[in-house]
């Protein structure tokens, strides 16, 4: 090991739009350092605050490294060292007893994206729990509502690239923050405004983004919906439309028209907070300057009527017709782009008819019994997860971890909140330790990462994991023995004309490749309309809203069983959300600068660079309420309650409070402590920007 | 937190960091260069990029380094911004070799 030193091409692993390019330098067989792959184009040689140490995770003194039982009452953290054979062989027996006792359906997977690599990630433990007929997990963690609300109105199309947005004359970031959340795409932006273009921050709170765009328009929480259709009355009032666009390559124009003449500015101010001028201006502006970009977050999606403002938005690219250049249109989700095989992924043929599906924000009630109709759960396996910090209702799903009778088996890298309750943890590699091949949710690339370093300790990548797993269960399909390399050649369909002159090989060479698709300046995929709906066309009316509410099978292990069902507006409008118990403030609990989701919430850097938990509170409502600058305060509803450190600032408006998600809660609780498990209307994507609250001075 | 430009800047002036931040956090005078601490994004592009290591990630600063922090944030209050590259001090590559650089 003394003479390892070597460089690797890497990839980042994160649930992040960016999936950086990373070169990693290897010393004495550890990893040294990580950097921003210079030669790719959206890495640009910069990694982020999250990762610039990433050797810090992998060779923590905390890193989990061997199986472990555990010795003491659950939640205290009592864990004692044994063998993979013993751990295999104690959730091999415990399982085949549920299983003779109560059937599969006792048992619930429970994961989503702490690693994103396309064997590791969202669907690593598919086949295996398909196979063993487990209740399905349905994962609406991110991105599910706007998805249901984009694929009605678009289809599963890539949208724009975002190294277009440097062509753009008018970039509309809409519940997007990407100074914190997606920061290789701000050099493209910051290009665009250098030539001239305006940027446009839509966002209750005076985000890094916002300070640095050229308008800030502080909507007010949940209200998106609205000023986009508020934005589409003025477009059809005023003439700005595109006809001859909005005529070849759109349905439904007369009907949408109607509703959007519901929008009059007058009601969009009164609902939004946004002036009657403002509203007539960003509308005029957005529908003048073509090429127009609107990029949406995913907080979007985040409220009643989250997935109506994603089917608003994703129209007013059509209306104004900017999606005829390169730099015009929407950005949401290019993963759309990647041919990739989801039924090698899931195998969803092994699903038997009628088994149950549960929506994964609802763990809690599961848990606790409080869910109707939810199969009785013996027990729980979660990997690529920390539910105790980033689902809702915390209290309820510590209390149900608590369970004596639950069987819950955590696969980490650290002892989290939720592994301090298992009874078995296993250790997982982090991406130093595996092979992965990543697409990308927020670019053009599919990203090569070999190993940098041998597995540490004991620990295992989820195929293997899986593999073991079905070893022990006595699944013997070849499906359960491909190696890894197999599993990367069937993940995908490398005969698309996106893949033409993209191998495994080559990955493995040049670490990264662009999909073959036309370049940034070239690239306007729907300049003469091709939309996979089905009717070919944007559907301004929604035909597929005719089967009502529905969430995308890849983030429900394939399954279209138990849908949601309820009925959905074919037309997209606002609706007025829950009074919420009358409590004085709204909540955002966005993601974190320096976390990334739940992760490096442990990381003493991280932790650093994030600040202590805290509540962003105007200095108006703090000072009537006699808080200080830096006071610890308490926030609470019906739901629960946590303590923060307030931070004054004019950075959100009076009767908006904000608190970064993240942070491990321990023993006081963190912001998920009083968000609810309420759906949004699409997708089954939360809701909390709904969410309201009191405040107090003091714990 | 943020990151910062400590006093290894002075007679370097190299500006290398101002081509490859992505946000332009960085404020000049004629002697050296800060980082607005509000702007920083702790990307850590500008690290590596200074010939003479004079920026450190805030979390790695040394007890003698800690004073640039107040120094970073106060001065960017009042100086102008620098978003273009420009060339080094005519003492920079004397003073690089000074530092062992």
């Known amino acids: 090991m003394a003479d390892d030193n070597r460089t690797v091409l890497g990839a980042c692993p994160h649930d992040c739009p960016d999936t950086c390019s990373m070169v990693i330098t290897v010393k004495d067989g550890k990893v040294a350092s990580v950097a921003g792959n210079p030669d790719h184009p959206f890495t640009d040689g910069r990694l982020c605050v999250k990762v610039n140490h990433y050797e810090e995770r992998v060779h923590s003194p905390d890193r989990v490294l061997y199986p472990m039982k555990r010795t003491g009452p659950k939640g205290t953290g009592q864990f004692a060292r044994i063998s993979w054979q013993e751990a295999l062989d104690t959730i091999g027996t415990k399982w085949k007893a549920i299983i003779a006792e109560s059937g599969p359906t006792a048992i619930l997977p429970y994961s989503y994206l702490g690693t994103q690599g396309t064997l590791n990630g969202l669907n690593a433990g598919d086949p295996f729990f398909n196979k063993m007929g487990a209740t399905i997990s349905e994962r609406t963690f991110c991105d599910s509502g706007a998805c249901t609300g984009y694929i009605m109105t678009l289809g599963p199309t890539a949208g724009m690239d975002p190294e277009s947005l440097q062509y753009s004359k008018y970039i509309v970031l809409w519940a997007c923050n990407p100074m914190s959340t997606n920061t290789h795409m701000w050099p493209f932006i910051a290009e665009a405004q250098k030539r001239g273009a305006k940027v446009v921050v839509i966002d209750p709170a005076r985000t890094r983004s916002a300070q640095a765009a050229d308008w800030h328009i502080a909507v007010k929480p949940g209200t998106d919906a609205a000023l986009a259709m508020g934005m589409a009355n003025v477009i059809i009032a005023e003439g700005l439309v595109d006809k001859e666009y909005v005529d070849a390559y759109t349905t439904g124009y007369d009907e949408l028209a109607q509703r959007a003449a519901e929008y009059t500015p007058e009601k969009v101010s009164s609902i939004t907070g946004v002036s009657v001028d403002d509203i007539r201006k960003l509308a005029r502006e957005y529908a003048k300057s073509q090429p127009s970009a609107i990029r949406i977050g995913v907080a979007i999606e985040r409220n009643g009527s989250g997935g109506q403002a994603v089917r608003a938005l994703s129209c007013l690219p059509a209306l104004v017709g900017a999606w005829r250049k390169p730099g015009g249109g929407i950005l949401q989700l290019p993963l759309w782009a990647f041919p990739i095989n989801w039924g090698n992924l899931m195998r969803p043929e092994w699903v038997q008819p009628g088994t149950p599906v549960l929506n994964q924000w609802l763990l809690g009630r599961v848990l606790t019994g409080e869910q109707p109709d939810a199969p009785g759960i013996r027990s729980l396996f979660v990997y690529n997860a920390n539910p105790m910090v980033v689902a809702p209702e915390q209290d309820k799903i510590r209390k149900g971890l608590e369970r004596e009778d639950l069987f819950t088996v955590v696969s980490e890298h650290f002892l989290t909140d939720t592994a301090r309750y298992a009874d078995i943890v296993l250790p997982a590699t982090t991406q130093a330790e595996q092979f992965d091949l990543m697409f990308s949710w927020g670019h053009l690339y599919m990203t090569m990462n070999l190993p940098w370093i041998a597995p540490i300790g004991e620990s295992v990548p989820n195929t293997e994991l899986f593999r073991r797993l079905a070893k022990t269960m006595g699944f013997d399909d070849p499906q359960f023995s491909y190696t890894d390399e197999e599993l990367a050649e069937r993940s995908y369909d490398w005969t698309a004309p996106t893949l033409q002159g993209i191998t495994l090989d080559r990955l493995k060479r040049e670490g990264w490749a662009r999909l073959n698709v036309p370049a940034p300046d070239q690239y306007a995929p729907h300049a003469a309309g091709g939309f996979p709906t089905p009717s070919g066309k944007v559907e301004l009316k929604a035909s597929m809203a005719a089967g009502g509410n529905f969430v995308l099978p890849v983030f429900r292990q394939g399954s279209n069983e138990f849908q949601d069902g309820t009925p959905v507006d ?69 739901t629960g309650a946590f303590q923060a450190v307030a931070k004054l600032s004019d950075e959100v408006p009076t009767g908006v409070l904000q608190s970064p998600m993240g942070y491990w809660p321990g023993a006081g609780g963190s912001v998920n402590a009083v968000n609810t498990a309420r759906f949004g209307d699409l997708g089954r994507a939360p809701s909390f920007s709904d969410t309201r609250v009191n405040v107090r001075a003091g714990a | 937190m943020t990151h910062v430009v400590t006093d290894a800047c002075e007679r370097c002036r190299y500006t290398e960091c101002v081509a490859v931040c992505p946000v332009d956090c960085f404020h000049a005078d004629a002697a050296r260069l800060y980082i607005d601490p509000d702007v920083c994004i702790d990307c850590g592009a500008c690290i590596p990029a200074c010939p003479v290591h004079a920026i450190v990630d805030a979390f790695d600063l040394t007890a003698e380094q800690e004073r640039w922090l107040a120094v970073n944030a106060e001065m960017c209050t009042s100086l102008p911004l620098i978003t273009e590259q420009e060339a080094a001090l005519p003492t920079a590559d004397a003073r690089r070799a000074e530092l062992g650089f």
């Open chain 1, 570 to 638: 074919p037309l997209p409008g606002w609706t007025k959300p829950p009074a919420g118990d009358g409590l004085p403030f709204a909540l955002l609990s966005p993601k974190s600068h320096a976390f990334l989701n739940s992760g490096y919430g442990n990381l003493r850097r991280q932790q650093a660079h994030a600040g202590e938990q805290h509540v962003v509170i105007n200095a108006a409502d703090a000072a009537a309420r006699g808080i200080g600058d830096g006071a610890t305060i308490t926030v609470f509803n019906s």
